[in-house]
């Protein structure tokens, strides 16, 4: 009788074991896979492939970043980076899904722009920002634009395909209920569309990242794009790797921000389906 008792009671403490690990796995990958990759980078730099200024230690980058966080210039950059980046990303954001619901709504509308915008979508940015740094000037304006163009058409796509993804019998049902356009676009094509929107959304934060730095690659006194690019002038490679880190830690941030924001507002379905 003790004997099964003692049996039962290490099956539930073994299978509450299994549980915990199970749900604490998850969360500890992310920190697992950095501590792996600090790992081989330290294994990479002692065996002494490259010199020190190609390859440097995570000590070094470390120092680096202390560096330039207690004299200023990483805030500095960082913040102009964001700043822009941030402007771009909310105004493409804006005339993308604008744009997009419209051409769902109209095929008319489509098919004058559709050309214009699958052309200009599919050529890289690196190769008209030189032209809207000419236009717009060195300044933060000609970066602002280039970050809402990265975002923009990507959005407009997502937001076709999300608008055009409601079935039509949902439409029907409303209009039988006398629904006003309103209520239709309000009650029916946004709930209905935002999961396919809010993943464009995640793709577009992290691409606005990219319109921003490709716009102070080319011309800028301030951002972790001309930091950058000083910093490969110099040979100063830990603090090229400082900046490249900010920038995955901006991309990851806005990331994880529309992921909240996508969690909080899909949560009706999950209660649906529940």
Request: net charge positive.
């Amino acid at each position: 009788m003790g004997t099964n008792v003692l049996q039962s009671s290490f099956k539930r403490d073994a299978t509450r074991s299994k549980s915990y690990l199970g749900s604490l796995l998850p969360k500890l990958a992310p920190f697992l896979g950095v501590v792996a990759l600090l790992l081989l980078w330290q294994a990479v730099v002692s065996l002494a492939l490259y010199p020190e200024f190609i390859i440097p230690s995570p000590r070094s980058v470390l120092e680096r970043f202390v560096e330039v966080l207690l004299d200023g210039r990483l805030w500095l950059h960082t913040s102009t980076t964001v700043r822009q980046m941030g402007i771009g990303f909310v105004i493409g954001a804006t005339l993308g899904i604008g744009l997009g619901y419209f051409i769902a709504k109209s095929l008319v509308l489509e098919e004058i722009l559709s050309p214009v915008i699958v052309a200009l979508q599919s050529t890289p940015i690196v190769a008209y920002a030189p032209m809207l740094v000419i236009w717009f000037g060195s300044g933060p304006t000609s970066k602002v634009i280039t970050s809402a163009l990265i975002v923009f058409f990507p959005l407009v796509l997502n937001t076709v395909v999300g608008v055009r993804s409601v079935p039509e019998p949902e439409r029907e049902l409303m209009r039988a209920f006398s629904a006003s356009a309103w209520q239709i676009f309000r009650l029916l094509e946004v709930p209905a569309s935002m999961p396919v929107m809010l993943g464009g959304l995640k793709v577009s934060a992290t691409l606005a990242v990219i319109g921003a730095v490709v716009g102070e690659f080319i011309s800028a006194n301030a951002g972790l794009g001309y930091l950058i690019n000083r910093a490969r002038y110099d040979y100063d490679t830990p603090l090229v790797l400082v900046s490249v880190v900010m920038l995955a830690v901006i991309a990851r941030t806005m990331y994880g921000a529309i992921s909240w924001l996508e969690r909080r507002a899909l949560r009706w379905r999950k209660q649906n389906t529940a």
